[in-house]
């Protein structure tokens, strides 16, 4: 008998949230873990968003089923100094914060 998986959005976003969580070797010989801070202080414009991506979806293999476009890194600038920023997945906003 063939057992089939299913994972539902909240179950993507809690998976994301933990890696967000998580620092880079934060698991003892493991590279799991968001690089979340070279993002900061940086320009949204340098490149550093893809190889943010692409971490997240290594580390996440879950997320290696839906098609490149599907999942993204986006920004709000929400005060004159600040700006949020979300990952989406399939249309469905993550707040990184």
């Not at 202080?41 to 968003?49: D, H, K, T, V």
């Not at 996440?60 to 986006?74: E, G, H, Q």
């Not at 920004?75 to 004159?80: H, I, M, N």
Request: proline share 6%; charged share 20%.
């Amino acid at each position: 008998m063939v057992q089939t998986v299913s994972f539902t959005p909240a179950d993507i976003e809690a998976q994301i949230r933990h890696w967000l969580s998580t620092e880079v070797d934060g698991y003892l010989g493991s590279t799991y873990g968001s690089p979340i801070l070279e993002l900061l202080q940086n320009p949204f414009g340098a490149g550093l968003a893809d190889a943010f991506l692409a971490k997240l979806r290594t580390d996440v293999p879950l997320l290696t089923m839906f098609p490149a476009n599907a999942v993204d890194l986006s920004y709000v600038d929400t005060a004159p100094d600040k700006r949020t920023l979300f990952i989406s997945v399939a249309g469905r906003s993550i707040r990184i914060g």
